[in-house]
């Protein structure tokens, strides 16, 4: 066997470990990536409760694409200004909020390389008329995401469908609450 | 000799990372992928349960799979399918449940290699008189799960009712079904 040969050999021995653990980090750079994109995606679901039941409009809005969608049976709204003045009906930005909030659960992410789909569930607690909570709203939400450039993720379009009560019997409750206060 | 000796403090400063777990970044990862995918398995049952999605509920199980409460045991996937017929009846086509839905939480998993226990609670939720929730049934889950044909899989899960008792359950649920013939008639 030739010099050159033998040496060719020695470097091919050479490069196939070399390559497996390129390979094992580069899986493991990518199982790491789902893992962290999946406790992401949890974590946009939860803040958006959050930053919905702080009234903090402007933090809510950065939660979606600048072409971000939010819609439920009643309509839709697009677009960070349509879903900012969506959010003015329920108050003041800001403002202290003590008579309702958002419980969200079951959390299931699937993701597809830049983007994603999530379904979870949220339960609208309001205050009750001696004060304690008293659940009102439950429902679904369908999410669409997709990766930015800087990793993060966003809402592309989020879809809330209530299971109850039914939008007949929600303007029933509302009327008489109104009626009672 | 300086060399050396940066060289060597950076080797002990790198060595109790390893020390601390006694496990690779890969097992530590795969420990983290396994939790996650027990976690989506808490969710994916109460999910398949509410949409009546029999054949993914029973798919949760492993083949040996058990689902327990009280003196109740189902053991099988045939078992578990033949359950929630007997329970809700066989949905229409196109089935959308609006009158209930399970709340899935506070997972505590813990794993042993190829094995896993996890314990969480759910909250059953549904239609009251006016059409608002109402909290109906409140319990624990322990479950044991196995790694099967490379999944996760449920090998027995027992639900522990906390309120209602099974007896309070039983009123509730034949009291539910009457008001439900009369708004029907």
């Known amino acids: ?181 | 000799m300086m060399a050396r000796r940066l060289l060597l403090v950076a080797l002990l400063a790198a060595a109790p990372a390893q020390a601390q777990t006694g496990l690779t970044i890969e097992q530590r990862l795969q420990r983290v992928e396994d939790e996650l995918a027990i976690k989506r398995i808490l969710i994916d049952y109460s999910a398949t349960q509410d949409a009546r999605d029999y054949a993914g509920y029973a798919n949760l199980f492993a083949k040996e799979g058990e689902w327990v409460n009280g003196k109740q045991v189902h053991k099988g996937r045939d078992a578990i399918h033949k359950m929630l017929v007997a329970l809700y009846g066989a949905p229409p086509p196109g089935y959308v449940n609006v009158e209930s839905y399970h709340i899935s939480s506070n997972p505590r998993i813990e794993l042993h290699g190829d094995r896993a226990t996890a314990k969480s609670r759910h909250l059953l939720v549904w239609r009251g008189p006016d059409g608002a929730p109402l909290p109906a049934l409140a319990g624990r889950y322990e479950d044991e799960l196995i790694r099967e044909d490379g999944h996760w899989k449920i090998l027995r899960r027992v639900d522990y009712p906390v309120m209602p008792t099974p007896e309070e359950w039983g009123k509730v649920i034949q009291a539910r079904r009457a008001a439900q013939q009369q708004e029907k008639k």
């Open chain 1, 1 to 181: 066997m030739s010099l050159v040969l033998r040496a060719a050999a020695l470097a091919l021995l050479a490069a196939i470990p070399a390559t497996a653990v390129a390979q094992s980090a580069a899986s493991i750079e990518a199982r790491l990536r789902r893992a962290e994109d999946e406790l992401a995606i949890q974590r946009i679901i939860v803040d958006y409760a959050a930053r919905l039941d702080a009234r903090d409009y402007k933090g809510y809005v950065a939660l979606f694409t600048p072409d971000g969608e939010w819609s439920n049976r009643i309509g839709s709204h697009k677009g960070p200004e349509a879903i900012r003045k969506m959010l003015t009906t329920l108050g003041p930005e800001g403002a202290t909020n003590t008579s309702n909030y958002h419980l969200v659960s079951n959390p299931r992410v699937e993701v597809n390389g830049d983007r994603a789909t999530a379904t979870s569930r949220y339960l609208f607690v309001m205050r009750g008329k001696d004060g304690s909570p008293r659940p009102a709203l439950a429902g679904l939400y369908a999410d669409e995401l997709v990766r930015q450039s800087d990793g993060g993720w966003k809402i592309q379009r989020r879809v809330a469908n209530d299971v109850m009560p039914t939008r007949e019997e929600w303007a029933k409750i509302i009327a008489a609450e109104r009626a009672g206060q």
